[in-house]
């Protein structure tokens, strides 16, 4: 969904929309399970578009250790502000100075609302995520998931320098 900043004026004009999760592509970092919504408003000062709202959505990520997906609802509220590029022979300077006040750089007459969502989403989203404090991960030997079974493993596990050491002594 796109909106062409010809149409908006220093009056904010409100929105309320939504997407499908699969119009949202957030490069599998979190699974959307419903649709994702966006209300906010829209104004423009100058050469500067202003977008604030908030997105909301239930999402699901997988446990950094043990890959078990954990809710993790998408709750954002932002603002963002967009500059339009203006006269070339300023442009760095403009670049710069965009930059520097965290803003972007517009370089079309429009904006693209799903790209705002996307980019949202994706900076909201953490790093790492835990179904619980404590999980345990899964075992790098057999795959399980060791909050689940009990494998064993690391018991039956002999570290290679003690399995030297062992066959030495059988030698004596
Ligand atoms: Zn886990
Ligand atoms: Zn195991």
Do not use: H, Y
């Not at 803003?103 to 079309?108: F, H, Q, R, T, V």
């Not at 493993?153 to 030297?164: H, L, T």
Request: glycine residues 4%.
């Amino acid at each position: 969904m796109t909106i062409d900043l010809a149409s908006l004026g220093v009056s904010p004009k409100q929105f309320e929309i939504s997407f499908a999760p699969e119009e949202i592509d957030i490069d599998g970092e979190a699974t959307i399970k419903s649709e994702i919504a966006f209300n906010g408003q829209l104004s423009r000062i100058d050469e500067r578009t202003f977008v604030r709202g908030a997105i909301k959505a239930d999402a699901e990520m997988d446990c950094t250790r043990c890959l078990e997906p954990v809710e993790r609802p998408v709750d954002i509220t932002f603002e963002d502000v967009f500059v339009e590029a203006v006269a070339e022979s300023d442009k760095d300077e403009v670049e710069l100075a965009v930059e520097q006040l965290d803003e972007a750089l517009l370089e079309s007459e429009e904006i693209d609302l799903a790209e705002v969502v996307r980019e949202q989403i994706l900076l909201d989203l953490p790093e790492q995520i835990f179904c619980k404090e404590d999980c345990r991960g899964l075992c790098p030997q057999c795959g399980g998931n060791r909050n689940l079974i009990d494998c064993s493993c690391e018991r039956d596990q002999v570290d290679p320098r003690w399995a030297a050491l062992k066959e030495l002594q059988n030698l004596n």
